[in-house]
């Protein structure tokens, strides 16, 4: 098992490893959150990076990633546990068909557990030979603010309560990334059991450096003018600005049209990969695009 590293520069340098290039700020309170053993709160636009640090983390410290995808309407049963009713049915079958009538017997048979199905939080505090696992709780804003409560006991103790079996507690806490899109305010409870991050866009210099990561394979040239526009795309007043994620597919898409630069029309007709929203389509595609392009090269060309 890859120990925890032990200091800021190989947070930065392990995360590297696993090509996602951070700045020093988001380095620095990830080591502290390993270091402390606290949860870490990432909060940013989607498609910024944040749940790929959960997965890097996994990868890198040969950890199991166990993924929360959080919803509207997520309950116990969806999160941490439920019981296995229809063994159960056919176990209580199978004890009136043998005659047995020891109610109390059966009933603490049928409430064991092999009867119980763990999801990802109750799942996350099972020990694990390959050390505390990586729980991502990914998107907890998309969730009701009861299951956000529900969430105090196990972030503050490591532990959940089953009635049937009683108190589960974590030998070794599991290593917790909480990430939100911010739709909602996520109650200030929850974020005080947590380090806090927020995750932005990446300057250019920085974006570029992801894309090179991620997308080796792309000219050079098409990656700087790729940054470049979508960089620009960032400061128009659009619906929903295209995230680092965007900016990898756009590079992928224009790689397999065998672009090795951007012109007007290749922008108009790939703009569904960049951008998510018709209104923002139809109100970068052609002149816009264009001048966006213009401004790009004639930046590049003044370096």
Not at 83 to 92: C, H, P, V
Not at 188 to 203: F, G, I, M, S, T
Not at 265 to 283: E, F
Request: with cysteine; net charge negative; aromatic share 6%.
């Amino acid at each position: 098992m890859p120990p925890l590293p032990t200091s800021i520069d190989a947070t930065e340098a392990l995360l590297g490893d696993g090509n996602y290039v951070a700045d020093r700020a988001l380095a620095t309170v990830l080591y502290l959150a390993l270091t402390l053993g606290r949860p870490l709160f990432l909060e940013g636009e989607a498609g910024v990076g944040k749940t790929e640090i959960a997965k890097v983390l996994a990868e890198r410290l040969g950890r199991r990633l166990i993924r929360l995808q959080c919803y509207e309407g997520l309950d116990v049963g969806g999160a941490v546990y439920e019981w296995n009713y229809a063994a159960q049915m056919l176990e209580i079958r199978l004890a009136e068909a043998a005659g047995e009538t020891d109610r109390a017997a059966l009933a603490a048979d049928i409430f064991a557990e092999r009867f119980l199905i763990r999801r990802p939080i109750l799942e996350a505090l099972v020990p694990d030979t390959a050390g505390p696992p990586v729980l991502l709780i990914d998107e907890l804003d998309r969730t009701d603010e009861p299951f956000e409560a529900y969430l105090l006991e196990v972030l503050s103790d490591w532990q959940v309560t089953i009635p049937e079996l009683g108190t589960q507690k974590a030998a070794a806490p599991p290593i917790v990334i909480v990430t939100s899109n911010r739709t909602r305010e996520i109650h200030d409870a929850l974020k005080r059991r947590c380090l806090y991050h927020w995750v932005d866009y990446p300057d250019a210099g920085r974006e570029l450096a992801i894309l090179r990561a991620k997308q080796p394979g792309a000219p050079a040239d098409l990656s700087a003018q790729v940054v470049g526009f979508v960089q620009k795309l960032r400061g128009e007043d659009l619906f929903k600005l295209p995230g680092v994620a965007e900016t990898l597919d756009w590079t992928a898409a224009l790689t397999a049209l065998d672009q090795i630069a951007l012109d007007p029309a290749t922008i108009d007709d790939t703009l569904g990969v960049l951008l998510k929203y018709q209104d923002d389509i139809a109100k970068i595609r052609g002149s816009e695009a264009a001048r966006l392009l213009a401004e790009v090269n004639a930046a590049r060309l003044a370096i």
